[in-house]
């Protein structure tokens, strides 16, 4: 059972990691999408570099659609958007993320309610 769990998870994090810092590549600043459309955009992007490194390793003169190849490749691809993402503003993103799991977490130990943002909420899916 805990093997099931772990490809699972695994998948999960070779599915999103990509898309997540394509999705930085494409769309750097906070302000361009919200959180749950940049996790929907993580996701598709995500699909989508998956097919395609799928695709360059399957190619019959490398011979090479196993896990490692796979994963290696996708590595490669991680560390190459990833810093893309730094050179184009996207760390941004991850700090303001960053920051707002650890209040959210400090909250919730503490028992302390929420409080309401000052900031009025923004209309549309954040594609402006």
Do not use: H, N
Not at 3 to 19: K, Q, R
Not at 61 to 78: D, H, I, S
Not at 89 to 111: F, I, M, Q, W
């Amino acid at each position: 059972m805990l093997d099931i769990i772990g490809y699972v998870a695994l998948g999960l994090f070779l599915l999103v990691v990509p898309g997540f810092l394509f999705s930085l590549v494409l769309y750097p600043k906070l302000e361009s999408l919200d959180f749950w459309a940049r996790v929907g955009v993580s996701l598709g992007l995500g699909a989508l570099l998956l097919i395609y490194v799928g695709l360059f390793v399957a190619r019959p003169e490398l011979r090479m659609l196993q896990f490692a190849p796979f994963a290696g490749v996708t590595l490669a691809l991680c560390v190459a958007l990833a810093i893309l993402a730094y050179v184009r503003g996207g760390a941004e993103v991850v700090v303001a993320y960053t920051r707002a799991a650890v209040r959210s977490l400090r909250k919730s130990t503490t028992g302390e309610p929420e409080k309401k943002s000052q900031e009025p909420p923004r209309q549309g899916g954040g594609m402006d």
